[in-house]
Structures are given as C-alpha cells and as structure tokens.
C-alpha cells in the first residue's frame, strides 16, 4: 500500500490519530501537502460519499470519517501555511451557509486560498446571511465565500447577494460559490461572480479576480488623481 491509500484507508474508518501520524509521515519524507490532499484525503471522502450513496455507509461512520478528515486537513493547514507567500494578496471571508453543517469541502477550499497567499477569515459553518456581511466589512474582504451542501440550503446564497445589493454593497466584494449541488447555472442567476467544482481551481480564480480588482482599484485611483491635478 503506498502512504497516499494509508491515509485514505485511515480517513475511511475514521482513525484520526492515524491519519495524523501518516501524514507527519508523509512530510517527513517530502511530499507536498498537496499531493496528500489530492491523492489521500479527498479520495477519502469521494469513497465516503460512495459508500454513503450505496447504504454501506449511514451518518455515524460518515461523522467518524469527517472527524477524522478534519484531523488530515487541520495538521496540512499547518504546512501549508507555513509555505504560503508571506505578503498577504487579498483578504476572504469564507463559510457554509445558515442551516448547512457540511464543513469538509469549504474548510479545503479555505485551505488552498491560505496556499496562495490569500488571508482567510473562516466563518465556519451555518452561517447567517447578515454575518457574511458584517464580517466581510469588518475584514475589509476582497471575497465573499460561499458553501452549500444542501439543495435546501443553496437559496441562502441569493439571499447574502439580495441583502449586498439592498446596503449598495455589491460592487465592493467578489462572490464566489461552490458545494455539490451548486451549478454555474445556478452561480449565473444569483449573481455571482465566481463558481468552480473544486478547492484547487476555486483557489486559482479567487487569486486572478483579486489582481484584477487591485487593476480597477489602481486605475480609479489613478484616474481621480489626475482630476484632481486637472483642477488645480
Ligand atoms: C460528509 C457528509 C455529511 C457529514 C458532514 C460532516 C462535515 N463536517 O462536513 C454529516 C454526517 C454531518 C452529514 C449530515 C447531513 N447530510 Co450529508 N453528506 C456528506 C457527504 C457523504 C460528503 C460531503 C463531503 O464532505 N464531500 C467531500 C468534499 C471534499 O467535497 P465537497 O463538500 O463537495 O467540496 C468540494 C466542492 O464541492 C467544492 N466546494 C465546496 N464548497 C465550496 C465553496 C466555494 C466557494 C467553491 C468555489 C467551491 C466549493 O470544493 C470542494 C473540494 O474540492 C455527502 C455526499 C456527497 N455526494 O457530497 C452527503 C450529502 C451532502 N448529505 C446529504 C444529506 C441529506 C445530509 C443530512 C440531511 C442527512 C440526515 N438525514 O441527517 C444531514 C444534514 C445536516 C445539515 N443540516 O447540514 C445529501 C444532500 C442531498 C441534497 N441534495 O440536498 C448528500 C448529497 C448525501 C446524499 N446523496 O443524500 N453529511
């Protein structure tokens, strides 16, 4: 067995302490946080969600295999930011929406971000709709994330976007959405900007829309500027 099916082999029955000593492991010996990520840990959970579908698995082993899973991806946090770049290129505030529980997906898309060198605000999970707001203000985020797992959950992400557009918010924060049931058709109708299926490329899209909003940010500035010199 290689490490990469040890770690899923521990995730899968739920042996955190396991999962915690492999991947240290795994570090010890060079390899990347994210190979153990991409070739461990959410292989781990896609057999989870499998075994979930086809009744092998009910909610008391999936709880222990998402424990375990949050064991993995807590010490990978670690590294990872450990290696991020040091200067900060933006700031996210990023959370499952209110009555949402599911936690795993939006913490790896968190993780990736911190990987690029965004700063990640996690709001955790159930979160209500004036908290996304509130935080992102107080953070002075260039990113709102959103989490869905649920299709009964997904309308909480339109209502964040409603209540943006009523305080005359939207035009100051990047929306970005993702989760299982989460579509770019669903993502185009609400209003958002950003939809991608997965943590790695949502992380890569989040790092673009930020150098690009620094681009309008410079060139308003610039443009104010040189009104202003106009004037004198
Ligand atoms: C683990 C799990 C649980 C765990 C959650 C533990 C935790 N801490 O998260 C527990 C057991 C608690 C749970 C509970 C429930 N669950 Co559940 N659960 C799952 C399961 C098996 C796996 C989800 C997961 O972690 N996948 C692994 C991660 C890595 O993938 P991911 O979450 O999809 O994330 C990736 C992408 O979606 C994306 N992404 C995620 N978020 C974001 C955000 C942004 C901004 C972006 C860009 C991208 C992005 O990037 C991630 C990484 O690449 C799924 C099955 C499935 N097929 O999804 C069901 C599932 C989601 N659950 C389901 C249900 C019904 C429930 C319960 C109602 C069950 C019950 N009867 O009690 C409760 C609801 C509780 C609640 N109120 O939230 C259904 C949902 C059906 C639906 N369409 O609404 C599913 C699909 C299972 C099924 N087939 O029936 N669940």
Same mark, same amino acid.
């Given at each position: 067995? #290689?490490?990469?099916?040890?770690?899923?082999?521990?995730?899968?029955?739920?042996?955190?302490?396991?999962?915690?000593?492999?991947?240290?492991?795994?570090?010890?010996?060079?390899? #990347?946080?994210?190979?153990?990520?991409?070739?461990?840990?959410?292989?781990?959970?896609?057999?989870?969600?499998?075994?979930?579908?086809?009744?092998?698995?009910?909610?008391?082993?999936?709880?222990? *295999?998402?424990?375990?899973?949050?064991?993995?991806?807590?010490?990978? &946090?670690?590294?990872?930011?450990?290696?991020?770049?040091? &200067? *900060?290129?933006?700031?996210?505030?990023?959370?499952?929406?209110?009555?949402?529980?599911?936690?795993?997906?939006?913490?790896?898309?968190?993780? +990736?971000?911190?990987?690029?060198?965004?700063?990640?605000?996690?709001?955790?999970? @159930?979160?209500?709709?004036?908290?996304?707001?509130?935080?992102?203000?107080?953070?002075?985020?260039?990113?709102?994330?959103?989490?869905? +797992?649920?299709?009964?959950?997904?309308?909480? +992400?339109?209502?964040?976007?409603?209540?943006?557009?009523?305080?005359?918010?939207?035009?100051?924060?990047?929306?970005?959405?993702?989760?299982?049931?989460?579509?770019?058709?669903?993502?185009?109708?609400?209003?958002?900007?950003?939809?991608?299926? @997965?943590?790695?490329?949502?992380?890569?899209?989040?790092?673009?829309?930020?150098?690009?909003?620094?681009?309008?940010?410079?060139?308003?500035?610039?443009?104010?500027?040189?009104?202003?010199?106009?004037?004198?």
């Amino acid at each position: 067995m #290689t490490i990469f099916e040890e770690i899923s082999e521990a995730v899968e029955s739920g042996k955190g302490k396991q999962v915690k000593r492999l991947i240290e492991a795994a570090m010890d010996d060079g390899i #990347t946080p994210e190979e153990v990520l991409n070739q461990g840990l959410i292989p781990a959970m896609e057999r989870v969600s499998q075994k979930y579908h086809n009744e092998q698995f009910f909610v008391p082993e999936v709880i222990l *295999s998402s424990r375990a899973m949050a064991v993995g991806t807590t010490i990978l &946090e670690e590294y990872i930011k450990e290696q991020a770049p040091r &200067e *900060s290129l933006g700031t996210v505030v990023i959370g499952t929406v209110k009555g949402d529980l599911h936690n795993i997906g939006k913490n790896l898309v968190g993780m +990736m971000l911190q990987g690029l060198g965004l700063t990640v605000y996690d709001l955790g999970y @159930d979160v209500e709709v004036d908290t996304f707001i509130e935080k992102a203000r107080e953070y002075q985020a260039d990113i709102i994330c959103m989490s869905a +797992m649920l299709t009964t959950t997904m309308p909480e +992400m339109k209502k964040v976007i409603g209540k943006l557009v009523n305080k005359r918010l939207r035009e100051k924060y990047i929306v970005m959405v993702g989760g299982a049931p989460v579509t770019e058709a669903f993502a185009r109708n609400i209003g958002a900007d950003i939809y991608t299926r @997965d943590a790695g490329s949502a992380a890569l899209m989040a790092r673009e829309a930020v150098l690009a909003k620094r681009n309008r940010e410079a060139k308003v500035t610039k443009t104010a500027g040189a009104e202003k010199e106009a004037e004198t």
